[in-house]
């Protein structure tokens, strides 16, 4: 079965600190994967995706991501946070064809202290 | 555009009520989906539609129907609320796929908050 892994459930950083969270998948096929961020008390917006050629995608807002697919990651990254990144993270994958829903981690909370 | 948006967003329910949840996207898409957010399990599939009239079950069904007479609109219904459907319900959309391939991303609607006493 499908799954998604998030390792890291809360993490608390100071400002300007360096950001990884990981993501794991077990999924067989050729996959799409995502990072979505939920701000405190909205909705999820999409940070980044990958569907294919180069496995370093940017997103949004200065995040990164880079699909190994040797080890079914996709750890999502940032050089430097800022507080308004506290949020949470959720990390998703689906397959590029037959049903194609999206499985979600369980999230990652992120605490940024100014 | 509004995008996807969702009505009630707040609701407090009696064990053994009804209710239904309502989900509308003005962007045309074809696939819609309904997930619930419960603190440290992430966002689970309940129900999806790959288009007008067809509906499937996604990974938590029991205890919700759904139906899809349009594009735009996805209604969930709760039949008979139980405390264990205290949850925050996101529906989201996606557009068709392009080439045989589903590469686009979901369109989350703003949540509606479900408490079940």
């Known amino acids: 079965a499908q799954s998604v892994s998030q390792h890291n459930h809360h993490v608390i950083l100071s400002e300007a600190a360096s950001l990884e969270l990981g993501c794991n998948y077990s999924?067989?096929?050729?996959?799409?994967l995502f990072w979505y961020v939920q701000y405190p008390g909205q909705h999820l917006q999409l940070l980044l995706k990958?569907?294919?050629?180069?496995?370093l995608v940017k997103g949004i807002k200065g995040f990164e991501a880079e699909f190994i697919k040797s080890k079914f990651s996709f750890n999502l990254r940032k050089p430097s946070v800022q507080w308004s990144d506290t949020a949470e993270y959720f990390c998703?994958?689906?397959?590029?064809?037959?049903?194609?829903?999206?499985?979600f981690g369980t999230g990652t909370r992120l605490t940024v202290i100014p | 555009n509004a995008g996807v948006t969702q009505t009630p967003k707040f609701q407090v329910l009696k064990t053994g009520q009804s209710m239904t949840l309502q989900c509308a996207q003005d962007?045309?898409?074809?696939?819609m989906s309904w997930y619930r957010q419960d603190p440290g399990m992430g966002l689970r599939l309940i129900h999806y539609?790959?288009?007008?009239?067809?509906?499937d079950q996604g990974e938590v069904p029991n205890g919700y129907n759904v139906s899809r007479s349009t594009t735009e609109d996805f209604p969930l219904r709760l039949l008979s609320a139980a405390p264990s459907q205290t949850s925050v319900y996101f529906c989201?959309?996606?557009?068709?796929?392009?080439?045989?391939?589903?590469?686009?991303?979901?369109?989350f609607g703003e949540g509606s908050r479900l408490t079940v006493l």
């Open positions: 989201a959309s996606r557009d068709r796929t392009s080439g045989g391939l589903n590469t686009g991303e979901l369109f």
């Open positions: 999924y067989g096929g050729t996959v799409n």
């Open positions: 990958y569907f294919s050629g180069d496995p």
């Open positions: 998703a994958v689906n397959r590029q064809t037959g049903a194609n829903n999206l499985f």
């Open positions: 962007m045309n898409h074809e696939y």
């Open positions: 539609s790959v288009g007008a009239g067809i509906t």
